[in-house]
């Protein structure tokens, strides 16, 4: 069965340091999000993209971060300089073209980001 | 703006009992889309079901079955005779539908399960 896949599965860094987050979306998905869920809480949404641009993003994705589709299968999280609070796990998460009605999200496994 | 409540922190249950989830949720929208996710110890997160606004039939599906009742704008969802292996965090989840797709999901705040042997 296709799934999202995320590397790495665990990224340490210094703070102020820059840190890429990629993933792979499954294959025929046009839909890509990410989201992030500080440790014991919540998850909560980051950006969406389609169409090699972003559809929506939240406050908590200020000028930091970026997202890119480098190429056909990729798809990253670029955090600038890296902040204590970034501390993290980071889904990336995909979905295809709904037909008559929503589309559900597929996860990937998270990589989880600490900034020490 | 849209909000997702799940009240309970954390359940224990021996095997084999059931178990229900509250899922209260707040929305301007009439079309929205409900959902259910499973987060195991091992971190990842694991789409169970989805439900549209506008099907309010429940549904059963294997031991897990959903109860959606717009008049309270709640969507529990209830695991029949608990398994060990059903133990982790499970988020209600709500999708508006601004657009066609692509629309943010978001969360509640989680339920842990914990399931006793």
């Known amino acids: 069965e296709p799934e999202v896949t995320q590397t790495p599965s665990h990224q340490v860094t210094q703070m102020g340091q820059e840190v890429i987050l990629r993933c792979v979306p499954i294959?025929?998905?046009?839909?890509f999000y990410w989201y992030r869920q500080i440790l014991g809480q919540k998850v909560e949404f980051l950006v969406s993209?389609?169409?090699?641009?972003?559809?929506?993003k939240s406050e908590i994705f200020d000028d930091q971060f970026s997202v890119e589709r480098p190429d056909g299968s990729n798809f990253t999280l670029k955090i600038r300089s890296t902040k204590l609070e970034d501390s993290a796990m980071y889904f990336c998460?995909?979905?295809?073209?709904?037909?008559?009605?929503?589309?559900?999200?597929?996860f990937g496994p998270g990589t989880r980001l600490t900034v020490l | 703006a849209q909000k997702v409540t799940q009240a309970q922190t954390e359940i224990s249950v021996v095997e084999k009992e059931d178990v229900t989830l509250d899922c209260v949720y707040e929305?301007?929208?009439?079309?929205?889309?409900l959902f259910w996710y499973k987060q195991p110890p091992s971190g990842e997160l694991v789409f169970l079901i989805r439900?549209?606004?506008?099907?309010?039939q429940n549904e059963i599906s294997g031991r897990y079955s959903w109860n959606f009742q717009k008049s309270t704008s709640s969507f529990n969802f209830t695991i029949t005779a608990s398994q060990v292996v059903d133990s982790a965090v499970y988020f209600c989840?709500?999708?508006?539908?601004?657009?066609?797709?692509?629309?943010?999901?978001?969360f509640g705040g989680g339920t842990r399960v914990l399931v006793k042997p």
């Open positions: 998460a995909s979905s295809e073209v709904p037909a008559g009605g929503a589309d559900t999200q597929y």
């Open positions: 294959s025929n998905h046009l839909y």
């Open positions: 993209f389609y169409n090699n641009e972003i559809s929506e």
């Open positions: 929305t301007r929208d009439t079309t929205y889309y």
């Open positions: 439900r549209n606004s506008f099907d309010e």
């Open positions: 989840a709500l999708s508006e539908s601004h657009k066609a797709a692509g629309n943010k999901l978001t």
